[in-house]
């Protein structure tokens, strides 16, 4: 028997024993001082005790002390409460960092490797370059924000125009909220460049243009900040030496620890965190975040890892228990108990697989970390219209009126639109009488019926029934109300609309006169193209159709 089975074995029948009872708060201190005594004076003999085997060093999370509360040779003085005791009892050390010399070979793993093969992206260059504290957090802060839940491929071309156009935060401060949000158009999640901005003015106005310094002041002062921006530009920025964990970070930790629970669960949450604050390099906080994430990103990639470039492989427990199970599977152990996953092993351990979703061996690393089943987006169907002005001075022209200043796309600007009537007629008389409160009087035969687009959002599947209405041989209407505009559709594309409202337009570009045509990239269905096909030809369609494109990728596949 190896010296890690044979110690896990003890671990294991430790565990296994009668707890004694945990005294009451009424215990006299003078019992309680002469426990301390005996175990102290115990410690003190040549021969190891229990705790010798089973009271490791944690690592650092709230609320937290730093030992295995249900040691059976600790004493009664270190008891924790009763709550923090279920907490504790529920993790196993297995997959926690135990010594220092494992915590240091990671560091240096993954910063060696960083260094290696970092990518080279405009907010990095711009970190190292930038010799002002202020606008180094800023331009950190600006990447950090359009990197939640977008891609880096997409974030590129964003970052680099917008600080073009506002290289410091007084520049931003001194933007619109409508030039905002034109530049963020098509990047999703809108409210995020309206709390970028509202953050650089209260930096300008209140805090006298001074970033605050640290990840606690930072998520305190700044609206819309949270734990891991603040801690990202604490760390860039200024070299705080304090932890980050986003979508790749907690893919890479639990991987790295066997971890299996839902990584969003508020225990394993705060486990990942704790991991975080003891692995970063107070040397390279900034770099070694960075790293972690740089391997999430490219390597330890949600569903096609690539274990063999992998800089920490070898203190990695996911591919060791992937190893294993191969080698029992060889050698037909497979139903043999494997004590080295997890002491006690007895499916109490809450960072475990859970016991629902064992191992699966096609799955290899990927088995960690397993994620709650996500809820379905809300449906809701809509209507809108293109209303143009073929005849407008100076080209054709179409209307958009502006969105509230709160909720979905907030300020940005869109065709009129009404929700979804049960009937044809209703429907077509409500978008009637939304176009005439802004352009007014219409005529109501010629609103066309063009197609459909369907557009999902983070949390909602919006489905826009999509009519057109041209005002041909009509006297152009050159006066809106407030909240409204003729745009030409040279403006229109270089306006603050979401990309669902291009989809729109591009079904109504086809629908024109003499032509039937539309993106394949809009998911639409228009009349004209609606011809009836044979039955092999609508399984087919069938088949191919549910093409949903979102305005950003989920949480796995963000990357910084």
């Known amino acids: 028997m190896t010296p890690l089975v044979s110690r896990l074995s003890r671990l294991w029948a430790i565990m296994r024993k009668p707890r004694a009872a945990v005294g009451s708060g009424h215990r006299k201190q003078a019992a309680s001082q002469e426990g301390r005594q005996k175990h102290a004076k115990s410690n003190s003999q040549a021969k190891p005790s229990a705790c010798d085997d089973c009271c490791v060093p944690r690592p650092w999370y709230p609320g937290y002390a730093g030992m295995i509360p249900e040691c059976p040779g600790a004493p009664a003085g270190l008891a924790r409460q009763p709550e923090e005791v279920v907490l504790q009892a529920s993790v196993s050390p297995y997959h926690l960092f135990r010594d220092v010399a494992e915590v240091t070979a990671f560091r240096g793993s993954l910063l060696s490797w960083y260094d290696q093969e970092k990518r080279d992206l405009p907010w990095r260059r711009r970190a190292e370059d930038e010799v002002d504290p202020d606008r180094r957090a800023y331009a950190v802060w600006v990447s950090e924000v359009m990197l939640q839940q977008t891609q880096v491929a997409t974030v590129i071309n964003y970052y680099t125009g917008w600080m073009q156009k506002w290289p410091t935060l007084q520049d931003l401060a001194s933007a619109s909220l409508e030039e905002v949000n034109q530049l963020w158009a ?11 901005q509202e953050g650089a003015r209260k930096v300008v106005e209140e805090l006298g243009g001074h970033m605050p310094r640290t990840a606690e002041t930072l998520q305190q002062l700044l609206p819309g900040v949270g734990r891991y921006t603040a801690g990202a530009i604490a760390s860039i920025a200024f070299g705080q030496a304090t932890g980050v964990v986003d979508g790749n970070v907690a893919r890479v930790l639990c991987r790295v ?10 225990l394993v949450s705060q486990r990942l965190w704790g991991l975080a604050q003891q692995l970063v390099d107070p040397a390279r906080p900034g770099d070694f975040n960075q790293a972690a994430m740089e391997l999430g990103a490219t390597v330890c990639t949600p569903q096609r890892p690539l274990c063999s470039q992998c800089p920490v492989q070898s203190l990695c427990r996911a591919r060791q228990r992937v190893e294993r199970e191969q080698l029992l599977a060889s050698w037909s152990l497979s139903g043999s108990p494997d004590v080295e996953e997890c002491a006690p092993n007895t499916g109490q351990c809450q960072l475990c697989l859970p016991a629902s979703e064992p191992w699966d061996q096609t799955l290899g690393v990927v088995n960690f970390p397993r994620k709650a089943s996500r809820k379905p987006p809300r449906e809701e169907s809509s209507a809108t219209c293109v209303l143009e002005q073929p005849g407008a001075l100076g080209g054709a022209q179409i209307l958009l009126v502006q969105r509230p200043n709160s909720g979905l796309l907030a300020g940005l600007w869109e065709f009129p639109s009404v929700t979804w009537e049960p009937s044809e007629q209703l429907q077509r008389k409500a978008l009637l009488q939304e176009l005439q409160r802004w352009a007014g009087p219409l005529p109501a035969t010629r609103l066309r019926h063009l197609g459909e687009v369907v557009h999902t959002f983070s949390h909602i599947k919006l489905t826009y029934q999509v009519y057109g209405l041209a005002l041909e041989g009509q006297t152009p209407v050159t ?4 909240g409204a505009r003729w745009l030409t559709q040279e403006e229109f594309h270089t306006a603050a609309v979401s990309t669902a409202m291009k989809k729109v337009f591009r079904v109504y570009q086809g629908q024109q006169p003499g032509t039937c045509k539309g993106s394949k990239r809009s998911q639409v269905s228009s009349p004209c193209s609606r011809k009836k096909p044979c039955m092999g030809q609508q399984v087919l369609d ?19």
């Open 186 to 196: 098509g990047l999703g999640y809108y409210s995020r460049g309206r709390r970028l």
């Open 479 to 482: 006066t809106v109300p407030a």
């Open 542 to 560: 069938n088949f191919f159709r549910p093409h949903i494109s979102t305005d950003a990728p989920n949480l796995n596949s963000a990357a910084q």
């Open 257 to 266: 620890r066997a971890i299996g629970a839902d990584p969003s669960s508020t």
